[in-house]
């Protein structure tokens, strides 16, 4: 079973920055888990709302601000909104990332820039998956390229999102540890996809999750591992 730091390692760190993320890797986690959306500028910036108000001490859209304003501000414990490039950077490879499509119109600027860090960098297809709860940006993802393992993210039970999965050729399949049973799980994996499930906060889930013989768990806390 697979340890992915949710948001870095939100748990213990402010979440979606830098330091989270770092956090996360000091803890030996397979991977990491991040949100991206594009600013007003058109980079892809990593948080989880498309508002300011919960994690930082600005207000509004995102998407209303360009990358220089976004910088002006910090999350409330005082850290940097980082890039997807800054993240990238600073993994460099290291361990598998999940980048989760948050924002409308990020599949595409996203797809471009992790081809453009395969070539020239660490990184390979093989580290990355792309998920979201917006099926629509992992089709127009698939339509553009096979290569990166799609994650098809969903707040119901797995049964539900099996033919969206299937059409998209999925890997992983993400469902919430509240919606998760046995039963579940065998069936996404009969069906040949992973099984990836958020936010496994407790040592008792974490025990379940691996009993049911889950692919990997996504967790705040990956120091409890």
Known sequence: MKIYGHRGAA??????TIESILEALNN??????????????????????????????GTGLVSEYTLQELKQITTIEGYKIPTLQEVLEVIDGRCELNVELKGIHTA????KLLEEQI?????????????SFDHSQLFELKEHTSKFKIGVLTEENISKVLPVAHDLEAFSIHPPISTLTQQAVDKAKTQGYRVYVWTVNTKTLM???????VDAIITDFPNFV
């Open 108 to 111: 595409l600027p996203t797809l």
């Open 207 to 213: 025990e379940q999750s691996k009993s049911w013989n």
């Open 119 to 131: 070539l020239k960098t660490n990184w390979e297809y093989k580290h990355f998956i792309i998920s």
């Open 11 to 16: 748990g213990l760190v402010a979440e979606n």
């Open 28 to 57: 030996n986690v397979k991977g990491v888990e991040i949100d991206v959306h594009c600013c007003k500028s058109g980079e892809l910036v990593v948080i989880h709302d498309e508002t300011l108000e919960r994690t930082t001490n």
